[in-house]
């Protein structure tokens, strides 16, 4: 008589809260453990940066529109002078814009759109970069890497929608846009944005993600350290100038899509 030994493996969970704590707390260990994992695991970080992003947006859309009804319109110069017709017009045009098309609905498409698109643009771009630099980490990994190295960009909506509702107040500058001389010329304007930008969440998401291209390519930690800022300093670049164009032509503020 022979016995047969069965051996039952431990299936792999699709939703890793543990990995949360773990980005946070020890980086270097679940980043190897993400690294080892052949499924996707990108999910449960972009649902979560998702809904932490839905709520800032509501919460900056209400305080919005509350302003606006109880200040009114900021008229143009001379208002007094336009015709009947012409004041209606603009009246008309101010009520719409204060509505929840334009303070609720695009605000939040803008942001989900950067959010989803944006995440994988970063991953591609990372993974390409870090080909070129001589990694050997799958398409997949790069993935998963950018989107659990959100981690900082949740808890940075978490503080921006509690400091909001603490304060009944719009959270006007961002990142070190305060530092940006002040002045009308397109070069300040567009620095002011790119500086918008930089927070020391931005600066933790980059740690995550040379930490996590260590340990998924095999890169020493100058390399890693290169093409994670190269990737980063791009997509912050292109996102500053996007939301320079946008001030310029319509003088409306962009919401945040993924820094």
Do not use: C
């Not at 921006?160 to 009308?184: H, N, V, Y």
């Not at 740690?207 to 093409?227: P, T, Y």
């Amino acid at each position: 008589m022979t016995t047969e030994n069965v051996t039952t493996s431990e299936p792999v969970k699709r939703f890793r809260f543990d990995w949360i704590t773990g980005v946070i707390f020890h980086p270097g260990r679940t980043f190897e453990q993400i690294s080892g994992q052949t499924k996707s695991s990108w999910l449960l970080p972009i649902l979560l940066l998702t809904l932490t992003t839905i709520a800032r947006v509501v919460v900056a859309g209400r305080i919005k529109q509350t302003m606006m009804l109880s200040a009114g319109p900021a008229l143009p110069p001379n208002f007094e002078y336009y015709s009947p017709e012409q004041q209606a017009q603009f009246l008309q045009a101010a009520q719409a814009t204060s509505g929840p098309v334009f303070v609720y609905v695009f605000p939040l498409i803008v942001a989900l759109v950067g959010i989803w698109i944006g995440w994988l643009l970063v991953g591609g771009l990372l993974h390409l970069v870090v080909t070129l630099m001589g990694g050997r980490g799958a398409t997949g990994y790069s993935i998963n890497l950018v989107a659990w190295a959100s981690i900082p960009f949740v808890i940075l909506d978490i503080i921006r929608t509690i400091a909001m509702l603490a304060t009944k107040q719009l959270i006007e500058t961002q990142g070190l846009a305060g530092f940006a001389p002040a002045g009308s010329d397109g070069s300040l304007t567009y620095l002011a944005s790119l500086l918008s930008l930089v927070n020391i969440f931005l600066i933790w998401h980059i740690i995550l993600l040379i930490i996590g291209v260590r340990k998924g390519n095999g890169l020493a930690l100058g390399k890693a350290s290169f093409a994670v800022i190269i990737t980063i300093g791009l997509v912050v670049a292109v996102e500053a100038l996007i939301s320079f164009l946008v001030g310029k032509l319509g003088g409306l503020t962009i919401v945040r899509p993924f820094f």
